[in-house]
Nanobody, 124 residues
Framework: VQLQASGGGLVQAGGSLRLSCAAS????????MGWFRQTPGKEREFVAVMRWSAANTYYADSVKGRFTISRDSAKKTMYLQMNSVKPEDTAVYYC??????????????????WGQGTQVTVSS
């Protein structure tokens, strides 16, 4: 599986941005697709996750109500709609896929495949 993330850029606080993650190769309906983010000197942080086959979505408290994860199964593409962004959302955003058990869906080590990352910068 290969993942290609795109859509990052510079946005003003309060604005919106949509990230995309296109998957190629074999994907599994039971797999989870997630977004994580990382800033220099910090560990990678969970943002949101969903499974290809189900509509269940999970979000970090810091983005709940502002970010929305979605997918287009036919296009094998996952999205992260980011609204009301804040300067603290500035990070490199990574998409990932794997088959984590439920208790590990928030853990980056539970994901096998990663995209290259896309930079999001929110100006105040």
């Amino acid at each position: 599986v290969q993942l290609q993330a795109s859509g990052g850029g510079l946005v003003q606080a309060g604005g919106s941005l949509r990230l995309s993650c296109a998957a190629s190769g074999r994907t599994f309906s039971s797999a989870a697709m997630g977004w994580f983010r990382q800033t220099p000197g910090k560990e990678r942080e969970f943002v949101a996750v969903m499974r290809w086959s189900a509509a269940n979505t999970y979000y970090a408290d810091s983005v709940k109500g502002r970010f929305t994860i979605s997918r287009d199964s036919a296009k094998k593409t996952m999205y992260l709609q980011m609204n009301s962004v804040k300067p603290e959302d500035t990070a490199v955003y990574y998409c990932a896929t794997g088959s984590p058990i439920y208790s590990q869906i928030y853990k980056d080590y539970a994901y096998n495949y990663w995209g290259q990352g896309t930079q999001v910068t929110v100006s105040s």
